[in-house]
């Protein structure tokens, strides 16, 4: 094992890279919930690796995505930690993470307080991007519930 596995995880579980992200970063197993999904994610981005980044955003936002911007962002930032405040069900395909991470861009040390959307689709969860442009009340949700977006994902962001 190398010391890039054997080292403690990013997402700061207090488990090794090894046996906490990497298995869903190399794509061997799924985050079984939203709190994992989001913490895989933080480490995404303390790893650069954007293509785990793409791929854990809801699949209706995949190509809305800017990779470039992404990658940019993940290379002039220095990530400091993660703190996570909530995690909660709100239905049986829906979850939520509010988290703190703490990183250094170009200016001083900063914290990115946020309280993220999850959907479970086929058994996997996803992130829902609110910064993607979002349908309308009326068209389908992101999800791939089949439910319009205002009765679904769209009065929870």
């Not at 703190?83 to 069900?89: H, L, P, R, W």
């Amino acid at each position: 094992m190398s010391a890039k596995t054997t080292a403690l995880c990013p997402c700061q579980s207090s488990l090794s890279y090894e046996d906490c992200c990497r298995r869903f970063h190399t794509g061997n197993m799924f985050p079984e919930t939203a709190e994992q999904l989001m913490r895989s994610r933080y480490s995404a981005f303390v790893l650069k690796n954007i293509p785990y980044i793409v791929q854990t955003t809801v699949p209706s936002q995949q190509t809305l995505l800017d990779e470039k911007a992404l990658q940019d962002w993940a290379d002039e930032t220095q990530w400091l930690g993660l703190d996570i405040v909530k995690a909660e069900t709100l239905t049986k395909t829906q979850s939520a993470v509010e988290f703190k991470a703490h990183f250094q861009g170009s200016e001083q040390p900063q914290v990115h307080h946020e309280y993220s959307l999850f959907a479970k689709i086929d058994g996997r969860w996803y992130f829902v991007d609110p910064t993607v442009p979002l349908p309308s009340n009326k068209q389908p949700c992101v999800c791939g519930s089949g439910k319009k977006f205002k009765h679904c994902c769209g009065g929870l962001l």
